[in-house]
């Protein structure tokens, strides 16, 4: 069985300045998709930024950014100049190519960006 | 932007009724999935959906629970009776591939009393 593993229940910034949440998981799949979801108090789930397994180039979304390990099967997402809304709970989520697209979820991390 | 939608925001029900959550998914997306949330809890994957039938279930997704997409654009989360452990919120998502992002609703809250 696949777990996803955030071991940050909750972490806070200053706003400006960089924040990174860890995530790592268990896999013996080679191909499988990793996602960072971020859940706003609104409590409705968006896509913050999406990696492939298969790809090794880091990927990057204005100001949110990943650092993929694959043999260390970590898949940590790093925010830049945090703002204030980016206050929400993030979860970290793997869904594998030979599966019907479940999604397993990391347990998430609180991030409250303070002023 | 096309969004998935989710009917009703919040639903109170009692003990061993039966309860209908409704989502309508994006329009040319051909994979639905339902989630929950158990208050302070993690995601948990009950249910995905494609080419009208159950494509994996979790253990969660016992008898009680079924699903249905009645009419094309409508996709349904049925519970039988429910238990106050369904208390929960409860997440539709989307997406055109089974491995792409998945779009999620904004969920309805269920209270079982």
């Known amino acids: 069985a696949q777990t996803v593993t955030q071991s940050q229940p909750e972490m806070s910034v200053q706003e400006a300045e960089t924040v990174t949440l860890s995530c790592t998981y268990d896999?013996?799949?080679?191909?499988?998709?990793l996602f960072w979801y971020k859940q706003p108090p609104s409590r409705q789930m968006i896509l913050v930024i999406r990696?492939?397994?298969?790809?090794?180039q880091n990927a990057t979304e204005n100001r949110f950014s990943v650092n993929f390990q694959k043999a260390a099967k970590s898949f940590s997402l790093k925010i830049s100049d945090s703002q204030l809304g980016d206050t929400a709970m993030y979860f970290c989520?793997?869904?594998?190519?030979?599966?019907?697209?479940?999604?397993?979820f990391g347990d998430g991390t609180t991030l409250t960006v303070k002023p | 932007e096309p969004e998935v939608t989710q009917t009703p925001s919040h639903q109170v029900t009692q003990m061993g009724q039966e309860v209908i959550l409704r989502c309508v998914p994006i329009?040319?997306?051909?994979?639905f999935y339902w989630y929950r949330q158990i208050l302070g809890q993690k995601v948990e994957f009950l249910v995905s959906?494609?080419?009208?039938?159950?494509?994996?279930k979790s253990e969660i997704f016992d008898d009680q629970f079924s699903v249905e997409r009645p009419d094309g654009s409508n996709f349904t989360l049925k519970i039988r009776s429910t238990k106050l452990e369904d208390s929960a919120m409860y997440f539709c998502?989307?997406?055109?591939?089974?491995?792409?992002?998945?779009?999620f609703g904004p969920g309805t809250r269920l209270t079982v009393l």
């Open positions: 998502a989307s997406s055109v591939l089974k491995y792409n992002e998945q779009f």
């Open positions: 896999t013996s799949e080679s191909n499988y998709y």
């Open positions: 990696q492939e397994a298969y790809k090794q």
């Open positions: 989520a793997i869904t594998y190519h030979t599966n019907a697209g479940k999604s397993t």
């Open positions: 329009s040319n997306h051909l994979y």
């Open positions: 959906f494609y080419n009208n039938e159950i494509s994996e």
